[in-house]
């Protein structure tokens, strides 16, 4: 079956640590991104990623960081600098050439005491 | 910068009511329109899209969204809603030359009474 994997589903950490999302692909696609969803607010674009070792800052992409050194891989990690890292986090993938839809991950849902 | 709004954020409705969500957005170029929709516990997925062509687009599960170019508008339709149509739909805009990044309105949840 091809999709988008994000792992864990929950995942739990003190405030202070860094945490790595996992977000892998089989759908062959070049483009990846990272949103973030809150109450309200929509999903609002982290990074995202046209091509295997480039990635480009989105809207909100302060306190997190990114690297894309497999194509079918996209880890998120969350730095200890991000001010309110409680969140649902979803991975989506898309064909890179224009007016392609994105594909959604099942998210994974952060919660920092 | 471009912005999407979707003005109703709950709707209640019982079976067989007609559905209407409104999205507006703020961006006069040339653009991709999105509908997608997450039920409880599932992934996002899409309903519909519109890149170009017929304004009046046809999607998965009898929902129907129109492009108004002239209003900034992509309204979601569906005629008669059932149970399962309970979930969070969300709007988003892509601009036809800027890849395929989306920006979402804040979504709407939609409760159907049996």
């Known amino acids: 079956d091809g999709g988008i994997t994000q792992s864990p589903k929950y995942l739990f950490r003190k405030e202070g640590q860094n945490v790595t999302l996992s977000c892998e692909q089989n759908?062959?696609?070049?483009?990846m991104y990272w949103y973030r969803q809150d109450p309200g607010q929509g999903l609002r674009l982290i990074y995202y990623?046209?091509?295997?070792?480039?990635?480009q800052k989105g809207d909100i992409a302060e306190g997190y960081s990114v690297s894309r050194e497999k194509k079918e891989s996209f880890p998120l990690t969350v730095t200890s600098a991000q001010k309110n890292p409680t969140a649902f986090y979803l991975c989506?993938?898309?064909?890179?050439?224009?007016?392609?839809?994105?594909?959604f991950g099942p998210g994974t849902r952060l919660t920092v005491t | 910068a471009q912005s999407v709004s979707q003005h109703n954020h709950h709707v209640i409705l019982s079976e067989a009511a007609s559905l209407e969500l409104g999205c507006n957005y703020s961006?006069?170029?040339?653009?991709?329109l999105f509908w997608y929709v997450q039920y409880p516990g599932q992934h996002l997925q899409l309903l519909l899209k519109?890149?170009?062509?017929?304004?009046l687009v046809k999607g998965i599960k009898g929902f129907e969204a129109e492009f108004i170019k002239s209003k900034f508008s992509f309204n979601l339709r569906k005629p008669s809603v059932q149970w399962s149509d309970t979930a969070e739909y969300f709007c988003?805009?892509?601009?036809?030359?800027?890849?395929?990044?989306?920006?979402f309105g804040g979504g709407t949840r939609l409760m159907v009474k049996p």
């Open positions: 989506a993938s898309s064909k890179a050439a224009r007016n392609y839809e994105q594909y």
């Open positions: 519109y890149f170009s062509g017929d304004p």
């Open positions: 988003a805009v892509s601009l036809n030359n800027a890849g395929n990044m989306l920006t």
């Open positions: 990623s046209q091509i295997v070792n480039d990635f």
């Open positions: 759908l062959n696609h070049d483009a």
């Open positions: 961006y006069g170029g040339t653009v991709n």
